[in-house]
């Protein structure tokens, strides 16, 4: 009988604490291949102490560095211990292929899709992390500001009006992309974890922005944001 897979999370204080992108993607995943598993909640503050003591490997900052983190992924029926978001897709494709998420050799292409995807909300980060820290307990925000300070200095207190524009430009680019497809997924008629990065996104502004702009993200593209949050949702029976 398979044993269920062990994810870990980051704690937030939003209620179901789930807001982190990263480790929704392999959530995502995990219930779209319907393969069981467990999360456990880490505190942001105690992710390095927690991630050694398990015996995790650190994971490459975008700088260089190392850097212990969340996700990490357990999978008790093979002994693998893996980190990173990406990584761990590809490893439950390779592991557990029903229901492909990197479907016709599609994996170089999607790693290629996730570097150019962060590109575009990258400019308006800063604000981003700024609402980040706000639905975190004081002492996990200071060291979520201590860890991506490192690659986004400080302050982060920059023109936020600016940065939704550049927000929005950067959705104006994805909406091309999935104009040139002819179903609902950034392949056409054929779910991917692209569409899976997009929504894991969506998900980390619906859950730490306010109501208001979230509505305004909701408002881009004829609606077009609020709709693949809740297709990929659907599909990975996360709704």
């Known amino acids: 009988m398979m044993q269920p897979l062990v994810l870990y999370d980051i704690l937030s204080e939003l209620p179901g604490n789930k807001f982190s992108p990263n480790p929704a993607k392999p959530r995502s995943v995990l219930s779209y291949k ?5 999360t456990l909640w880490v505190e942001y503050s105690d992710v390095s102490i927690a ?41 439950l494709e390779k592991t557990y292929p029903e229901k492909p998420i990197f479907p016709n050799n599609s994996e170089s292409l999607i790693r290629e899709f996730d570097s150019a995807h962060f590109r575009l909300i990258q400019p308006a980060i800063k604000s981003i992390f700024v609402r980040t820290t706000e639905i975190l307990s004081p002492i996990n925000a200071k ?61 980390w502004f619906k859950r730490i922005l306010k109501e208001d702009e979230w509505v305004r993200i909701c408002s881009w593209n004829g609606g077009k944001w609020a709709q693949v949050l809740a297709d990929v949702e659907k599909e990975c029976k996360l709704a």
């Not at 319907?34 to 467990?38: C, R, Y």
């Not at 050694?52 to 002994?79: E, M, Q």
């Not at 680019?173 to 929504?199: N, P, R």
Request: aromatic fraction near 14%; proline fraction near 6%; charged fraction near 20%.
């Open 143 to 203: 060291f979520f500001i201590g860890a991506h300070s490192i690659i986004f200095p400080l302050p982060w207190d920059a023109n936020y009006d600016e940065d939704w524009v550049l927000l929005e430009k950067g959705y104006n680019t994805a909406y091309e992309w999935y104009q040139k497809t002819d179903g609902k997924w950034l392949m056409g008629d054929t779910f991917s974890y692209a569409d899976i990065i997009v929504a894991c996104c969506l998900l």
């Open 34 to 38: 319907d393969l069981p598993f467990v």
């Open 51 to 91: 991630m050694k003591a398990i015996g995790a490997k650190p994971t490459k900052r975008r700088g260089g560095s190392d850097v212990y983190t969340v996700p990490v992924l357990s999978d008790p029926n093979t002994g693998v211990l893996i980190a990173d978001s990406l990584e761990i897709a590809c490893y």
